[in-house]
Protein backbone atom coordinates (compact mmCIF):
# COMPACT_ATOMS: atom_id res chain seq x y z
CA UNK A 1 0.00 0.00 0.00
CA UNK A 2 0.85 3.71 -0.82
CA UNK A 3 0.30 5.11 2.43
CA UNK A 4 2.53 8.03 4.07
CA UNK A 5 3.82 6.86 7.51
CA UNK A 6 4.01 11.11 8.37
CA UNK A 7 0.69 10.97 9.03
CA UNK A 8 -0.65 10.97 12.52
CA UNK A 9 -3.62 8.75 12.22
CA UNK A 10 -6.20 8.99 15.17
CA UNK A 11 -8.93 6.70 15.29
CA UNK A 12 -11.99 8.32 16.95
CA UNK A 13 -13.77 4.53 18.10
CA UNK A 14 -13.71 2.89 21.17
CA UNK A 15 -15.01 -0.38 19.55
CA UNK A 16 -12.73 -3.21 19.96
CA UNK A 17 -13.84 -4.40 16.22
CA UNK A 18 -12.88 -1.60 14.45
CA UNK A 19 -9.38 -1.49 16.51
CA UNK A 20 -8.97 -4.87 15.37
CA UNK A 21 -9.85 -4.17 11.42
CA UNK A 22 -7.39 -0.93 11.55
CA UNK A 23 -4.44 -3.36 13.24
CA UNK A 24 -4.43 -4.90 9.94
CA UNK A 25 -3.71 -1.75 7.60
CA UNK A 26 0.11 -1.34 8.21
CA UNK A 27 -0.21 1.90 10.08
CA UNK A 28 0.10 3.13 13.21
CA UNK A 29 -2.49 4.42 14.68
CA UNK A 30 -3.85 5.92 18.35
CA UNK A 31 -7.42 5.86 19.42
CA UNK A 32 -8.62 9.56 21.12
CA UNK A 33 -12.63 9.71 21.21
CA UNK A 34 -14.88 12.18 23.04
CA UNK A 35 -18.75 10.80 23.81
CA UNK A 36 -21.13 11.85 21.83
CA UNK A 37 -24.70 11.33 21.62
CA UNK A 38 -26.18 9.40 19.06
CA UNK A 39 -29.15 11.35 18.32
CA UNK A 40 -29.76 13.10 14.96
CA UNK A 41 -32.95 14.88 13.39
CA UNK A 42 -36.05 13.01 12.73
CA UNK A 43 -36.44 13.26 9.19
CA UNK A 44 -32.82 11.75 8.35
CA UNK A 45 -32.95 8.10 6.64
CA UNK A 46 -30.50 5.77 5.84
CA UNK A 47 -27.13 6.62 4.76
CA UNK A 48 -28.18 10.39 6.16
CA UNK A 49 -28.85 9.07 9.72
CA UNK A 50 -24.84 7.52 9.67
CA UNK A 51 -22.95 10.00 7.89
CA UNK A 52 -24.69 12.91 10.71
CA UNK A 53 -22.86 10.83 13.23
CA UNK A 54 -20.07 10.06 12.24
CA UNK A 55 -19.83 13.97 11.25
CA UNK A 56 -20.59 14.53 14.66
CA UNK A 57 -18.31 12.41 16.16
CA UNK A 58 -15.85 14.66 14.38
CA UNK A 59 -16.76 17.60 15.51
CA UNK A 60 -15.07 18.13 18.68
CA UNK A 61 -11.66 17.61 17.31
CA UNK A 62 -11.92 20.71 14.74
CA UNK A 63 -10.36 22.88 17.37
CA UNK A 64 -7.45 20.42 18.19
CA UNK A 65 -6.19 18.77 14.91
CA UNK A 66 -3.00 19.72 13.90
CA UNK A 67 -1.12 20.21 10.06
CA UNK A 68 0.05 16.02 9.86
CA UNK A 69 -3.59 14.52 11.55
CA UNK A 70 -5.94 12.34 10.47
CA UNK A 71 -9.00 11.62 12.59
CA UNK A 72 -11.27 8.94 11.63
CA UNK A 73 -14.80 8.57 13.04
CA UNK A 74 -17.21 6.25 12.06
CA UNK A 75 -21.12 5.29 12.68
CA UNK A 76 -23.07 2.25 11.78
CA UNK A 77 -26.36 1.75 11.72
CA UNK A 78 -29.30 -1.04 10.59
CA UNK A 79 -31.72 0.08 8.59
CA UNK A 80 -35.17 -2.19 7.80
CA UNK A 81 -38.36 -1.61 7.24
CA UNK A 82 -37.75 2.35 6.98
CA UNK A 83 -36.49 2.77 9.96
CA UNK A 84 -33.18 2.60 11.97
CA UNK A 85 -32.46 0.38 14.25
CA UNK A 86 -29.99 1.65 17.15
CA UNK A 87 -28.61 -0.35 20.16
CA UNK A 88 -31.13 -1.97 21.94
CA UNK A 89 -31.77 -1.07 25.28
CA UNK A 90 -33.19 -3.42 27.06
CA UNK A 91 -33.76 -7.44 26.49
CA UNK A 92 -37.36 -6.85 25.21
CA UNK A 93 -36.31 -4.37 22.75
CA UNK A 94 -33.21 -6.59 21.32
CA UNK A 95 -35.80 -9.21 21.18
CA UNK A 96 -37.86 -7.15 18.85
CA UNK A 97 -35.08 -6.00 17.23
CA UNK A 98 -33.92 -9.57 16.35
CA UNK A 99 -37.83 -10.84 16.04
CA UNK A 100 -37.96 -7.57 13.16
CA UNK A 101 -34.58 -9.29 11.01
CA UNK A 102 -35.91 -12.39 10.98
CA UNK A 103 -36.66 -13.98 7.55
CA UNK A 104 -35.55 -10.69 5.99
CA UNK A 105 -32.97 -8.39 4.42
CA UNK A 106 -31.73 -5.07 6.07
CA UNK A 107 -29.17 -2.77 5.58
CA UNK A 108 -26.02 -2.05 7.28
CA UNK A 109 -25.02 1.26 6.82
CA UNK A 110 -21.35 2.37 7.85
CA UNK A 111 -20.22 5.85 7.59
CA UNK A 112 -16.46 7.27 7.37
CA UNK A 113 -15.24 10.29 8.27
CA UNK A 114 -12.07 11.63 7.29
CA UNK A 115 -11.01 14.95 9.29
CA UNK A 116 -7.89 16.70 8.25
CA UNK A 117 -6.78 20.26 8.93
CA UNK A 118 -8.23 21.88 6.52
CA UNK A 119 -11.22 19.27 5.09
CA UNK A 120 -13.95 16.84 6.19
CA UNK A 121 -14.72 14.20 3.87
CA UNK A 122 -17.38 11.37 4.69
CA UNK A 123 -18.36 7.99 2.85
CA UNK A 124 -20.98 5.60 3.17
CA UNK A 125 -20.77 1.81 2.54
CA UNK A 126 -24.15 -0.13 2.45
CA UNK A 127 -24.14 -4.01 2.74
CA UNK A 128 -27.74 -6.14 2.44
CA UNK A 129 -27.77 -8.44 4.91
CA UNK A 130 -30.91 -11.52 5.16
CA UNK A 131 -31.16 -13.52 8.00
CA UNK A 132 -33.04 -17.00 7.76
CA UNK A 133 -36.55 -17.49 9.80
CA UNK A 134 -34.76 -17.81 13.17
CA UNK A 135 -36.68 -19.13 16.28
CA UNK A 136 -37.44 -17.50 19.55
CA UNK A 137 -35.18 -19.79 21.36
CA UNK A 138 -32.01 -18.89 19.18
CA UNK A 139 -32.66 -15.21 19.94
CA UNK A 140 -33.19 -15.63 23.56
CA UNK A 141 -30.31 -17.79 23.95
CA UNK A 142 -28.24 -15.20 22.36
CA UNK A 143 -29.51 -12.83 24.45
CA UNK A 144 -28.81 -14.25 27.49
CA UNK A 145 -24.89 -15.54 26.31
CA UNK A 146 -23.74 -12.76 24.37
CA UNK A 147 -24.30 -8.80 24.41
CA UNK A 148 -26.48 -7.56 21.96
CA UNK A 149 -26.65 -3.54 23.70
CA UNK A 150 -23.71 -2.59 22.15
CA UNK A 151 -24.42 -3.17 18.71
CA UNK A 152 -26.77 -1.84 16.21
CA UNK A 153 -30.04 -4.14 15.70
CA UNK A 154 -28.61 -6.17 18.58
CA UNK A 155 -26.85 -8.58 16.41
CA UNK A 156 -23.10 -9.36 15.35
CA UNK A 157 -22.79 -11.14 12.12
CA UNK A 158 -19.48 -12.70 13.77
CA UNK A 159 -21.37 -14.14 17.01
CA UNK A 160 -23.16 -17.47 17.08
CA UNK A 161 -26.41 -15.51 15.75
CA UNK A 162 -24.57 -13.92 13.05
CA UNK A 163 -22.93 -17.64 11.73
CA UNK A 164 -26.25 -19.46 12.08
CA UNK A 165 -28.79 -17.12 11.34
CA UNK A 166 -27.36 -15.06 8.08
CA UNK A 167 -28.08 -16.89 5.04
CA UNK A 168 -26.35 -14.17 2.35
CA UNK A 169 -24.85 -10.71 2.13
CA UNK A 170 -23.99 -8.51 -0.58
CA UNK A 171 -21.31 -6.13 -0.41
CA UNK A 172 -18.96 -5.69 2.26
CA UNK A 173 -18.31 -7.84 5.45
CA UNK A 174 -16.16 -6.10 7.33
CA UNK A 175 -18.76 -3.44 6.67
CA UNK A 176 -20.90 -5.32 8.39
CA UNK A 177 -18.62 -6.06 11.59
CA UNK A 178 -18.32 -2.03 11.56
CA UNK A 179 -15.48 -0.81 9.50
CA UNK A 180 -15.44 -0.79 6.15
CA UNK A 181 -11.89 -1.44 5.44
CA UNK A 182 -10.83 -1.85 2.39
CA UNK A 183 -12.98 1.40 1.53
CA UNK A 184 -10.79 2.86 4.85
CA UNK A 185 -7.58 2.11 3.04
CA UNK A 186 -8.09 3.81 0.02
CA UNK A 187 -9.47 6.90 1.35
CA UNK A 188 -6.31 7.30 3.29
CA UNK A 189 -4.32 6.47 0.33
CA UNK A 190 -5.53 9.51 -0.72
CA UNK A 191 -5.50 11.71 1.98
CA UNK A 192 -1.73 10.44 2.28
CA UNK A 193 -0.72 11.51 -1.29
CA UNK A 194 -2.08 14.75 -1.03
CA UNK A 195 1.35 15.49 0.22
CA UNK B 1 -33.26 -25.39 16.51
CA UNK B 2 -35.08 -28.54 16.29
CA UNK B 3 -32.39 -30.94 16.30
CA UNK B 4 -32.96 -34.60 17.19
CA UNK B 5 -29.74 -35.14 19.99
CA UNK B 6 -30.07 -39.06 19.50
CA UNK B 7 -28.26 -38.91 16.58
CA UNK B 8 -24.24 -39.28 16.96
CA UNK B 9 -22.71 -36.68 14.70
CA UNK B 10 -19.43 -37.18 13.07
CA UNK B 11 -17.60 -34.12 11.25
CA UNK B 12 -15.17 -36.29 8.88
CA UNK B 13 -12.62 -32.92 8.64
CA UNK B 14 -9.79 -31.93 10.14
CA UNK B 15 -10.48 -28.06 9.45
CA UNK B 16 -9.87 -26.05 12.95
CA UNK B 17 -12.21 -23.50 11.05
CA UNK B 18 -15.26 -25.74 10.52
CA UNK B 19 -14.63 -27.35 13.83
CA UNK B 20 -14.95 -23.91 15.27
CA UNK B 21 -18.57 -23.12 12.85
CA UNK B 22 -19.22 -26.77 14.31
CA UNK B 23 -19.12 -26.19 17.80
CA UNK B 24 -21.40 -23.03 17.46
CA UNK B 25 -24.86 -25.58 16.60
CA UNK B 26 -25.77 -26.64 19.51
CA UNK B 27 -25.02 -30.67 19.41
CA UNK B 28 -22.03 -32.92 20.44
CA UNK B 29 -20.25 -34.25 17.66
CA UNK B 30 -17.22 -35.87 17.36
CA UNK B 31 -14.37 -35.47 14.67
CA UNK B 32 -13.40 -38.85 12.46
CA UNK B 33 -11.76 -38.67 9.12
CA UNK B 34 -9.72 -40.78 6.76
CA UNK B 35 -7.20 -39.25 4.82
CA UNK B 36 -8.71 -38.50 0.54
CA UNK B 37 -6.78 -37.65 -2.17
CA UNK B 38 -8.71 -34.44 -3.73
CA UNK B 39 -7.91 -35.75 -7.33
CA UNK B 40 -10.97 -35.37 -9.84
CA UNK B 41 -12.06 -36.34 -12.93
CA UNK B 42 -10.46 -33.67 -15.50
CA UNK B 43 -13.82 -32.99 -17.23
CA UNK B 44 -15.69 -31.79 -13.94
CA UNK B 45 -16.51 -28.07 -13.26
CA UNK B 46 -17.39 -26.39 -10.75
CA UNK B 47 -19.64 -27.46 -8.04
CA UNK B 48 -19.48 -30.93 -9.54
CA UNK B 49 -15.83 -31.03 -8.62
CA UNK B 50 -16.33 -29.99 -4.81
CA UNK B 51 -19.25 -32.50 -5.15
CA UNK B 52 -16.97 -35.60 -6.63
CA UNK B 53 -14.64 -34.96 -3.34
CA UNK B 54 -17.03 -34.62 -0.67
CA UNK B 55 -19.10 -37.99 -1.81
CA UNK B 56 -15.31 -39.84 -2.08
CA UNK B 57 -14.81 -38.44 1.21
CA UNK B 58 -17.86 -40.15 2.96
CA UNK B 59 -16.72 -43.68 0.94
CA UNK B 60 -14.56 -45.10 3.79
CA UNK B 61 -17.63 -44.38 6.12
CA UNK B 62 -19.84 -46.60 4.31
CA UNK B 63 -18.42 -49.82 5.69
CA UNK B 64 -18.76 -48.89 9.13
CA UNK B 65 -21.54 -46.17 9.78
CA UNK B 66 -23.74 -47.21 12.64
CA UNK B 67 -28.09 -46.66 12.28
CA UNK B 68 -28.15 -43.94 14.64
CA UNK B 69 -24.93 -41.77 12.67
CA UNK B 70 -24.48 -39.18 10.73
CA UNK B 71 -20.97 -38.40 9.21
CA UNK B 72 -20.78 -34.92 7.59
CA UNK B 73 -17.81 -34.50 4.45
CA UNK B 74 -17.35 -31.25 3.24
CA UNK B 75 -14.92 -29.65 0.09
CA UNK B 76 -14.19 -26.55 -0.69
CA UNK B 77 -12.91 -24.98 -4.09
CA UNK B 78 -12.05 -21.79 -5.95
CA UNK B 79 -13.70 -21.37 -9.70
CA UNK B 80 -12.53 -18.94 -11.27
CA UNK B 81 -11.76 -18.20 -15.19
CA UNK B 82 -13.40 -21.75 -15.93
CA UNK B 83 -10.43 -23.11 -13.62
CA UNK B 84 -10.48 -24.63 -10.06
CA UNK B 85 -7.81 -23.26 -7.93
CA UNK B 86 -6.71 -25.64 -4.96
CA UNK B 87 -4.73 -25.47 -2.65
CA UNK B 88 -0.99 -23.93 -3.64
CA UNK B 89 1.83 -26.35 -3.44
CA UNK B 90 4.57 -23.34 -3.64
CA UNK B 91 4.67 -19.55 -2.89
CA UNK B 92 4.96 -19.18 -6.24
CA UNK B 93 1.81 -20.92 -6.93
CA UNK B 94 0.39 -18.96 -4.39
CA UNK B 95 1.55 -15.94 -5.71
CA UNK B 96 0.02 -16.90 -8.94
CA UNK B 97 -3.35 -17.69 -7.91
CA UNK B 98 -3.42 -14.42 -5.96
CA UNK B 99 -2.78 -12.39 -8.55
CA UNK B 100 -4.97 -14.23 -10.95
CA UNK B 101 -7.66 -13.08 -8.35
CA UNK B 102 -6.75 -9.63 -7.83
CA UNK B 103 -8.87 -7.30 -9.27
CA UNK B 104 -11.80 -10.23 -10.40
CA UNK B 105 -14.84 -11.93 -8.60
CA UNK B 106 -14.62 -15.22 -8.41
CA UNK B 107 -16.82 -18.41 -6.67
CA UNK B 108 -16.09 -20.25 -3.54
CA UNK B 109 -18.13 -23.21 -3.52
CA UNK B 110 -18.61 -25.49 -1.23
CA UNK B 111 -19.96 -28.82 -1.20
CA UNK B 112 -21.05 -31.27 1.97
CA UNK B 113 -22.15 -34.76 2.00
CA UNK B 114 -24.68 -36.39 4.46
CA UNK B 115 -23.57 -40.00 4.87
CA UNK B 116 -26.54 -41.71 7.28
CA UNK B 117 -26.72 -45.78 7.06
CA UNK B 118 -29.02 -45.75 4.51
CA UNK B 119 -28.29 -42.72 2.39
CA UNK B 120 -26.13 -40.18 1.34
CA UNK B 121 -27.23 -36.54 -0.06
CA UNK B 122 -24.47 -33.97 -1.15
CA UNK B 123 -25.52 -30.52 -1.06
CA UNK B 124 -23.47 -27.03 -2.31
CA UNK B 125 -23.15 -23.82 -1.70
CA UNK B 126 -21.78 -20.88 -3.86
CA UNK B 127 -20.48 -17.02 -3.14
CA UNK B 128 -19.13 -15.03 -5.63
CA UNK B 129 -16.14 -12.80 -3.92
CA UNK B 130 -14.49 -10.05 -5.65
CA UNK B 131 -11.43 -8.79 -4.72
CA UNK B 132 -10.32 -5.28 -5.61
CA UNK B 133 -6.57 -4.88 -7.26
CA UNK B 134 -4.22 -5.98 -4.94
CA UNK B 135 -0.45 -4.88 -5.25
CA UNK B 136 2.34 -7.62 -5.07
CA UNK B 137 3.70 -6.19 -1.96
CA UNK B 138 0.87 -7.11 -0.04
CA UNK B 139 0.51 -10.72 -1.74
CA UNK B 140 4.03 -11.37 -0.50
CA UNK B 141 3.57 -10.21 2.95
CA UNK B 142 0.51 -12.35 3.05
CA UNK B 143 2.39 -15.33 1.51
CA UNK B 144 5.04 -14.75 4.44
CA UNK B 145 3.50 -13.90 7.57
CA UNK B 146 0.38 -16.79 6.82
CA UNK B 147 -0.38 -20.04 5.16
CA UNK B 148 -1.88 -20.13 1.93
CA UNK B 149 -0.80 -23.87 1.77
CA UNK B 150 -3.71 -25.02 3.27
CA UNK B 151 -6.41 -23.29 1.72
CA UNK B 152 -7.63 -23.21 -1.74
CA UNK B 153 -7.07 -20.41 -3.80
CA UNK B 154 -4.02 -19.60 -1.22
CA UNK B 155 -6.28 -17.25 0.41
CA UNK B 156 -8.76 -16.83 3.85
CA UNK B 157 -11.51 -14.25 4.22
CA UNK B 158 -10.81 -13.86 7.71
CA UNK B 159 -7.03 -13.14 7.71
CA UNK B 160 -5.17 -9.95 6.25
CA UNK B 161 -5.80 -10.34 2.49
CA UNK B 162 -9.39 -11.19 2.66
CA UNK B 163 -9.41 -8.14 4.91
CA UNK B 164 -8.17 -5.32 3.24
CA UNK B 165 -8.59 -7.02 -0.78
CA UNK B 166 -12.22 -8.11 -0.78
CA UNK B 167 -14.24 -5.33 -1.67
CA UNK B 168 -18.01 -7.81 -1.99
CA UNK B 169 -19.33 -10.56 -1.22
CA UNK B 170 -22.43 -12.08 -2.63
CA UNK B 171 -24.00 -14.86 -0.43
CA UNK B 172 -23.32 -16.44 2.45
CA UNK B 173 -19.75 -15.43 4.49
CA UNK B 174 -19.32 -18.93 6.63
CA UNK B 175 -19.31 -20.95 2.99
CA UNK B 176 -16.32 -18.54 2.01
CA UNK B 177 -14.29 -19.78 5.25
CA UNK B 178 -15.04 -23.15 4.34
CA UNK B 179 -18.75 -24.90 6.13
CA UNK B 180 -22.20 -23.09 5.44
CA UNK B 181 -23.15 -23.28 8.56
CA UNK B 182 -26.85 -22.52 8.15
CA UNK B 183 -27.54 -24.74 5.34
CA UNK B 184 -26.05 -27.14 7.06
CA UNK B 185 -28.54 -26.70 10.13
CA UNK B 186 -31.17 -27.23 7.45
CA UNK B 187 -29.93 -30.50 6.55
CA UNK B 188 -29.30 -31.81 9.94
CA UNK B 189 -32.90 -30.49 11.18
CA UNK B 190 -34.46 -32.59 8.40
CA UNK B 191 -32.65 -35.37 9.05
CA UNK B 192 -33.15 -35.29 12.77
CA UNK B 193 -36.94 -35.17 11.49
CA UNK B 194 -36.54 -38.49 9.96
CA UNK B 195 -37.55 -40.67 12.76
Chains 1, 2 share one sequence.
Not at 17 to 31: N, Q, S, V, Y
Not at 164 to 177: A, C, D, F, R
Request: proline fraction near 4%; glycine fraction near 6%.
Amino acid sequence: MNLNKNKEIILASNSPRRKFFFELIDLPFTIKSFETKEIYPKDLKGASIARYIATKKASPFKKIIKKNQIVITADTIVWHQNKCLGKPKSKNQAKEMLKSLSGKTHEVITAVGFLTFDNFKCIDVTTKVTFKEISESLIEDYIKEQNPFDKAGGYAIQESIGILGITKIVGSYSNVVGFPVSEVVDEIEKLSSNK
